[in-house]
């Protein structure tokens, strides 16, 4: 039982060009998240999905773009990558839309940001 | 704004001893509070939640509680082992929405 992938896992790239991070889960949640987790600042929602093509802006959204077109997929695209956005990042995902639903989290991808 | 506050300094206590960790929240009322583990280089590990009209939550060597009137929630280890170190992350809903608000964690080392 995989539970929630993500690949890659590490990412190495420039400023200026489109990186897509890949968010796959098992279980048939409804709700998957994407966090960047960085020193100082910890877990920041960065968008979140509700449901296949319902999706929300985070914290923060700016400079990335997700997409959800089956349940299980989650993607995010970081259209021009920048140096600030060098970060871990992380997917999550919950099974129901109630109050107090654990979040499940990915392995996280590593992204350098050259 | 809404805000999560966690001890920023690390942890180290001895095997056998009692950890306790601090989660405070302010300007608003959390529903509910998590807490989670995370070893590094992995992803957060949901532990325990406690809702707003529980006192305390207890699962085998973890137990954590919610003070409402002080705006805080204490996690407890007890009988630490080295095993348990790791950073530990408290969140809280933001509203009454799906969201939740993260601290920045505390790290815990367990010394044998």
């Known amino acids: 039982d995989a539970g929630i992938t993500q690949s890659p896992r590490y990412k190495i790239t420039e400023t200026g060009r489109q990186v897509t991070l890949m968010c796959h889960q098992t279980w048939s949640h409804s709700y998957m998240f994407w966090y960047r987790q960085d020193l100082g600042h910890g877990l920041r929602l960065i968008y979140y999905?509700?449901?296949?093509?319902?999706?929300d802006k985070g914290e923060v959204p700016d400079g990335y773009v997700v997409s959800r077109s089956k349940t299980e997929n989650f993607p995010l695209t970081l259209e021009s990558a920048t140096r600030s956005q060098t970060s871990v990042y992380f997917c999550a995902s919950s099974e129901l839309a109630g109050v107090g639903e654990t979040q499940y989290f990915g392995p996280g991808t590593r992204l350098l940001v050259l | 704004s809404q805000k999560i506050e966690q001890n920023s300094e690390a942890l180290n206590i001895q095997e056998g001893k009692t950890a306790t960790l601090t989660c405070n929240y302010t300007n608003y009322s959390p529903a509910y509070l998590q807490w989670y583990r995370q070893d590094p280089g992995r992803g957060p590990v949901f532990l325990l939640l406690?809702?707003?009209n529980e006192k305390e939550k207890r699962k085998e060597r973890l137990k954590v509680t919610f003070d409402t009137t002080l705006k805080q929630s204490l996690f407890h280890i007890t009988a630490s082992q080295p095993a348990d170190s790791a950073t530990y992350l408290c969140?809280?809903?933001?509203?009454?929405?799906?969201?939740?608000?993260w601290g920045l964690g505390t790290s815990l080392a367990v010394n044998p």
């Open positions: 969140a809280c809903n933001a509203g009454n929405n799906r969201k939740l608000i």
């Open positions: 406690i809702r707003e």
């Open positions: 999905s509700a449901a296949a093509d319902i999706t």
